[in-house]
């Protein structure tokens, strides 16, 4: 009776359990349904934090997710970020932006004296100063202003030697012969010339001639205008001919040197405009045009040398002190640019300042002026070309390659591999991998990069992945314009061979099978007839120049193989279709593509719209999309 009663006992507490009545303790589940508790859950901002059932992260307390919906599987180079793990991470993004990029270049430079614009004050004769005007450095003077008086016996000499001659010349008499005459006119000339090359201007000799004395001291004359900016002589020096006294500059024009990269150089022109603001005057903007660009790099400090010209009327621009240049740089082609002050003008080529309305001179230099067109200055604005930009916090880098998350819907990040250009201020310019109007992650974007490597992604570790994918098409062939000429005789007849070898090996995929030697053998006679045709263009000889290397032993190889050499054929198939068919032909062919086709380009042709799928056969036989009709004469795409 007391075994009989544990029986009953075990069997009523089974059949309690099976209808629920009683519920299975935490050593297993009471019933299949349990099974869901014991589903995997992970937290979104921690994936490393895994454990069975709901509950909440240990170290940041948000709701677990089953791990099946954490960072989502749509694809290999995508990832799912959930609401709530997007709000806690901050994730945000912005628009790409198409529109023309400006590049500013900001660098310092010196003031230094203009070049052309000073003159050095020397002594042509052997003498002692007597007299300096100018008795120190920075004072201004004008031209023709009297500098110095230096005593020389050997200028006192020569006016005598003048004068004599001169006198003797005067004594003559009529009958006196003319070589004689013409050998004392010679004598005056001479010397007078003499006197000449020895500083004497037309002034002082008009003065000697006048008064018959000589002089024994000669006054020096300033030969510009401007500023003393190094006296090297003192009153009381003795000085040989050719010794300096003082070195003059005119300041009414300077120039800022600047260093730029050779990539920065190689985007300025001559009579850009130049802004800068120098050290001693904050707030004062100064406008400049370059004046010249370096044509070599310098071999120690890589850079070019850039100067420009400033007016400096008013001698607040002291050479020697610094100044905060910026240039602004279109980004884009070198072609023509737009400035209002120079269309339609002249400039000068060595003096870009001197800018006018009509040829003509430069009144510094002399030489003649030049239409600004000539150095890529446009009569008329400009349309400039846009760029693609996104924010500098979008890009990640890791050495020479460059990634951005794209949301492509509300969620979903896909790692994108770019091309990158120049960065301007906060911006980066994009050459390739994103399109206008799309959505980059720019902040939060590391923890997605951190999903995609939990994930086994590719990432910013091994960005190379995303850069292959990139790579593969996988989008239908496209044509803007398709034109389809028609050949009569027996290049039509050999073209319709040609599309209807094509069609029997493409059956022949679609049902698992390899192509016959028989299809193979037509399609490559039909080819090299038509290589052999000098009525057909170079792009469709192209064309068939590709099937041709593709067909040869399209039949020997395993299947597998045979489709991914197939695939080529079908591309220049449906490009020749695009181009030529016969005369005499009247049916369309029907262009597919299949999205599934491994490596992308899944394209191929049929000359019906029952979709057959070479590439997968029995395994996927209907898995594609008609892309258009093509139709058998030049009435255009359907």
Known sequence: MFFASGVLLIVLLGLAQRLGWIRSGPGGPANPSANAAQETYT?????????????????????LVPAASSGGDLDDFAIKIEPAQRRLANIQTETVQSHPVTSTIRTIGSIQIDESRQATLSSYIDGRIERLFADYTGVLVNQNDHLAVIYSPQLYAAQVEYLEAKNSLAKLSGSTLD????TQQKLVQNSRQRLIEYGMTPEQLAEIDQSGEAQSRLTIYAPIGGTVIEKMAEEGMYLSAGEPIYRVANLNTVWLMLQLYPEDASRVR??????????????????GRVAFVDPSVDRKN???GVRVEFRNDDGKLRPGDYAEATIDVPIGPQGEVYDAELANKWISPMHPQIIRDAPGECPICGMALVPTSRYGYSDR????????????????????HSVV????????FEIRSVKVGPIVDNNVVIQDGVQAGEQVATAGNFLIDSQMQLAGKPSLIDPTRAIAKQAIRNEPLQFENIQVASFDGPTGQSLEQLYQAYFRIQSSFAEDKKPNAANVERLQSSTQKLLEDSSLTDDVKQQLDNIAKNTAHL?????????VQFKTISHAVIRLATEARGAQAEQPFYQF????????EGDWLQNNDQLLNPYWGSEMLHCGELVRTIPADASGDQ
Do not use: W
């Open 593 to 600: 593509f299949c999205p599934m086709v491994k490596q992308g």
């Open 43 to 63: 937290c979104p901002m921690h994936p490393q934090i895994r454990q069975p059932g709901e509950g909440r992260c240990p170290i940041c307390g948000m709701p």
């Open 270 to 287: 001559f009579g850009q405009q130049v802004s800068a603001e120098l050290n001693s005057l904050p707030g004062v903007a100064l406008q």
């Open 381 to 400: 604005p400009v349309d400039r070309k846009n760029s693609l930009t996104i924010p500098r916090s979008a890009l990640l880098m890791a050495g020479e």
């Open 555 to 563: 039949h020997h190889l395993p299947i597998d193989q045979a489709r």
């Open 405 to 412: 998350y794209v949301e492509t819907e509300p969620g979903r």
């Open 179 to 182: 070589s004689i005459r013409q």
């Open 302 to 304: 890589r850079t070019v």
